[in-house]
């Protein structure tokens, strides 16, 4: 017969040992069956809060590309309009050839034409690293009466590019003939392309 110590021992032995197995098969149950849906719903939560975290930034970055789009489109046109107002080389050069022809229309006579150096004011578009703009200026001075000249200025800025007057003086000559001396400073705008030359 046992003594009752070791009868005692052997039973605490049996209810450690069951209680390890019931907590080993709670590990194994808690493992097998609640953690992995448990770390899914919280892998689940995450993604559904980076998606939203992500579509929110989309539609950020969506609304300010729509915004810049917008913008660059008015940029554009209002390049393409300035564009339509500079002169190009050869017009330019034309430009300045029909002075004397353009002031017999109206009546003036040319008593002298005088040209300015040319200079340049800045970059055109970017793409275009080879373009940019000069402003190229004479002074005019001709010689009729207040009708003729008033048609002759108009002539010279009737064009669809920009044809500045900065500056006009107008004296009358001697005796009362009702003849003007008119002088006039003028500035055109030239979109120059080194690649293709320029006019000076």
């Known amino acids: 017969m046992l003594?009752?110590?070791?009868?005692?021992?052997?039973?605490?032995?049996?209810?450690?040992?069951?209680?390890?197995?019931?907590?080993i098969g709670a590990i194994t149950i808690y493992n097998w069956f609640v953690a992995p849906p448990a770390n899914y719903?919280?892998?689940?939560?995450r993604y559904n809060s980076v998606a939203g975290d992500l579509a929110k930034k989309n539609q950020l970055i969506s609304k300010n590309i729509a915004i810049?789009?917008?913008?660059?489109?008015e940029l554009h046109e209002k390049f393409k309009h300035v564009?339509?107002?500079?002169?190009?080389?050869?017009?330019?050069?034309?430009?300045?050839?029909?002075?004397?022809?353009?002031?017999?229309e109206a009546n003036c006579v040319v008593l002298s034409l005088k040209f300015s150096s040319t200079?340049?004011?800045?970059?055109?578009?970017?793409?275009?690293k080879n373009s940019y703009i000069t402003a190229q200026?004479?002074?005019?001075?001709?010689?009729g009466t207040y009708v003729d000249i008033t048609a002759l200025m108009n002539k010279l800025q009737d064009r669809l590019e920009q044809v500045r007057i900065d500056s006009i003086s107008i004296k009358?000559?001697?005796g009362n003939s009702g003849q003007l001396i008119c002088d006039m400073n003028i500035t055109i705008y030239v979109m120059q392309n080194k690649e293709r030359g320029s006019y000076d």
């Open 3 to 23: 003594p009752k110590n070791r009868i005692k021992s052997i039973r605490s032995s049996r209810n450690v040992l069951l209680a390890a197995l019931v907590i």
């Open 41 to 45: 719903l919280w892998a689940v939560q």
């Open 68 to 73: 810049k789009k917008n913008k660059f489109g």
């Open 83 to 104: 564009h339509t107002k500079l002169f190009d080389p050869i017009k330019a050069k034309g430009f300045f050839s029909d002075i004397q022809v353009v002031s017999e």
């Open 119 to 128: 200079a340049s004011m800045l970059k055109a578009d970017p793409s275009e």
């Open 137 to 143: 200026r004479a002074n005019l001075t001709a010689k």
């Open 172 to 174: 009358t000559t001697r």
